[in-house]
Every structure is written in structure tokens, then in C-alpha cells.
């Protein structure tokens, strides 16, 4: 039985219950103290691919601070 845990915020495609994945909180200041939400990645590459969602995504981020500290 597969099951579906949730959908990774980078790919959109569905994380499978066997499949590793990370789990990202995210705190909103918009919120005003609500619970944070979560932001869920694929770990390992999917087929074909060279890095994680979750690699790719930390290296956008990385990418954008780095971007913003330049300028």
C-alpha cells in the first residue's frame, strides 16, 4: 500500500510514504503568533535529477541572500 504523505513545495509532485523527505517550519510575522506552517522537499534525487528539491531549493535561497548581501 503507497501512501501519500504530502506534496514537496519546490517539484509539486507527491512524497510517497518509503520516499525520505525534510520538513521545513516556516514562521509568518503576517500571522501575529499563529501556529507556523511547514514546508515539505523531496531528500533525494528523483530519478534523472542531479540534487534534492531540497538541495535545490537551499541553493536558491542561498543564491538570493548572497544576491541581496552584493548589492
Known amino acids: 500500500m503507497i501512501v501519500c504523505l504530502d506534496e ?3 517539484c ?3 512524497i510517497f510514504s518509503g520516499q525520505r523527505w525534510v520538513r ?5 510575522p ?11 522537499y523531496h531528500a533525494e534525487p ?6 534534492s528539491c ?3 531549493h537551499e541553493m536558491e535561497r542561498e543564491i538570493a541572500r548572497m544576491t541581496v548581501c552584493s548589492a
Open 8 to 10: 514537496c513545495d519546490y
Open 12 to 14: 509539486r509532485s507527491s
Open 24 to 28: 521545513a517550519k516556516i514562521y509568518d
Open 30 to 40: 503576517a500571522l501575529n503568533g499563529r501556529d507556523p506552517s511547514y514546508h515539505c
Open 46 to 51: 528523483l530519478a534523472a535529477e542531479e540534487g
Open 54 to 56: 531540497w538541495e535545490k
